[in-house]
């Protein structure tokens, strides 16, 4: 099947998917921070992790985009999915007891942040650089991976293995007291 | 217009917007999970600055790639730690909001 597509027409169509990609990400980033209940709030962090694995795809980077998927929305989404299940927040009933303010100054806050991070790159002088030493293909970034950024690669093994101990030990502590 | 995907500022402030969520999540949530859900935004906000400068302006684009990837091994290992202490907390006080955690009268 060969379709094809009129020059004219292709970066109008790139532009709405990249539209479409920023929207979702926002929208995603909207319902984590706003919905009332947790496993909401964890769909939101899915979709949004879904339009950043697009956005990194316009940035020259499958790999990432795929490793985003993998990583977020297989494990670390899956994972808060667990601590809800443990751990049961009712935040109707928190949001009952936390003061007013809170959500009028943090919107304040982030906005602020937001306007501060996203002024200062606007306005700085980013220089473009006079060469490129290679594309970033996924067999380059391996080969850095092994030779260059080796140590990189070792202490994230080692960083993951702590890890995971750790959270077994530290989710096995105090189980004894509540036999008793 | 047509050429929003190939500038640097959009993607530097898609990043500043994520920074700026996970910063209001972090702030307003009462709850250690909301809290953890809020951390994730701030990650991927810089994980998308890394990644646009990565591609516009570094010499060698494998950089900011592995990078990224270190900041994602790194996001799942402080997810898993953070539920670990979650499961630990809620076992025992029974709760899991910030204001109840208050033993060290914070």
């Known amino acids: 099947m060969n379709i094809s597509i009129s020059p004219d027409l292709v970066p109008i169509l790139r532009e709405g998917i990249f ?6 990400t926002v929208f995603g980033a909207m319902l984590s921070t706003l919905a009332k209940r947790m ?3 964890v769909l939101g962090l899915v979709v949004c992790f879904l339009g950043i694995a697009g956005i990194y795809y316009f940035l020259n980077s499958p790999f990432l985009a795929l490793m985003q998927l993998l990583i977020y929305v297989g494990a670390v989404a899956i994972t808060i999915c667990f601590a809800i299940m443990l751990a049961e927040p009712d935040e109707m009933k928190m949001a009952a007891k936390t003061p007013g303010l809170a959500g009028p ?8 942040v937001t306007w501060v991070l996203a002024s200062t790159a606007m306005s700085a002088q980013w220089m473009a650089p006079a060469v490129k030493i ?23 093994s080692i960083v993951l293995l702590v890890a995971i101990l750790g959270s077994v030990v530290v989710a096995s502590y105090g189980r004894d007291k509540e036999e008793c | 217009m047509l050429t929003l995907s190939t500038q640097l500022n959009t993607y530097l402030f898609i990043g500043a917007m994520l920074f700026g969520f ?6 307003k949530r009462p709850s250690l999970i909301g809290m953890l859900i809020a951390a994730e935004l701030v990650l991927c906000g810089a ?28 996001a799942a290992a402080e997810a898993a ?3 670990s202490i979650v499961v630990a907390v809620y076992r ?15």
């Open chain 1, 19 to 24: 539209l479409g990609l920023v929207v979702v």
């Open chain 1, 39 to 41: 496993t909401r709030a």
């Open chain 1, 105 to 112: 100054f943090a919107a304040l806050l982030g906005g602020a």
């Open chain 1, 134 to 156: 290679n594309e970033g293909s996924v067999k380059q970034v391996g080969e850095s991976l092994l030779t260059t950024y080796s140590m990189v690669f070792e202490l994230v």
């Open chain 2, 22 to 27: 996970g910063v209001f999540g972090l702030v």
């Open chain 2, 47 to 74: 994980s998308v600055n890394f990644m646009a400068f990565n591609r516009f302006l570094a010499p060698d684009p494998t950089v900011g790639q592995i990078f990224t990837l270190f900041i994602m091994a790194i």
């Open chain 2, 81 to 83: 730690i953070a539920m």
């Open chain 2, 92 to 106: 025992n006080y029974k709760s899991i909001e910030t204001e109840d955690l208050v033993d060290l009268q914070g």
